[in-house]
């Protein structure tokens, strides 16, 4: 069923769990997470159509700054993206997000330039990420984990897990992300 829904209809699901249309998105455009998700995702849209694509870059850069989020449209978030809180949030363009992932105000997901985890991270599907978490390197942070507010974490990180600290420390758990991800598509 969700499949007949563009990937913006799954971002604003999440938000409610109810299905929208095309004007009821536009209407909850006024809180500031959902209205840079919709810029976003109609820079992420038009990319490859030179006009748009200038237009659409165009109005993200003046709500990156006016929100405080430094996300690009060349950064591959999967279906039902969802940020928490607005402010202060930046995602290097090259790391990966999978679907389902919530993200609150403060977090760094960014690159790391030397050592065994240069690069940048790779997050799986179903992942709840805390306030003023930093995720850096060339890592993979699986399926059902939870990155418990303030987190530092330049590690892998399996399926099923918690993470807290700094440093952080994982704890498994089956039911890491329960309670934390609503409205699944």
């Known amino acids: 069923m969700a499949d007949q829904y563009s990937t913006l209809q799954k971002d604003f699901y999440r938000e409610s769990g109810t299905w929208l249309s095309t004007f009821q998105i536009w209407a909850k455009c006024i809180n500031p997470n959902l209205h840079f998700i919709y810029v976003l995702r109609k820079a992420q849209q038009y ?20 929100y405080g989020f430094q996300i ?16 202060s949030l930046v995602i290097n363009p090259q790391a990966k ?59 892998d990180v399996p399926d099923n897990s918690v993470v807290m600290g700094n440093p952080g420390k994982i704890y498994p758990s089956e039911n890491a992300t329960e309670g934390y991800i609503n409205h699944k598509i």
């Not at 690009?72 to 402010?87: R, S």
């Not at 690159?111 to 709840?128: L, S, T, Y």
């Open 47 to 66: 990319r490859k159509t030179p006009l748009l694509n200038i237009f659409w870059k165009f109005v993200l850069r003046h709500y990156q700054i006016k």
């Open 72 to 87: 690009y449209p060349e950064t591959e978030i999967g279906e039902g993206f969802y940020l928490g809180h607005w402010g």
């Open 97 to 155: 997000i999978g679907k389902n992932c919530n993200i609150a105000q403060g977090v760094t997901i960014g690159q790391q330039n030397r050592g065994k985890n240069m690069g940048f991270p790779i997050i799986k599907d179903e992942v709840w990420i805390g306030t003023n978490a930093v995720i850096v390197g060339g890592i993979t942070i699986g399926t059902n984990v939870l990155i418990a507010p303030n987190s530092y974490v330049n590690f």
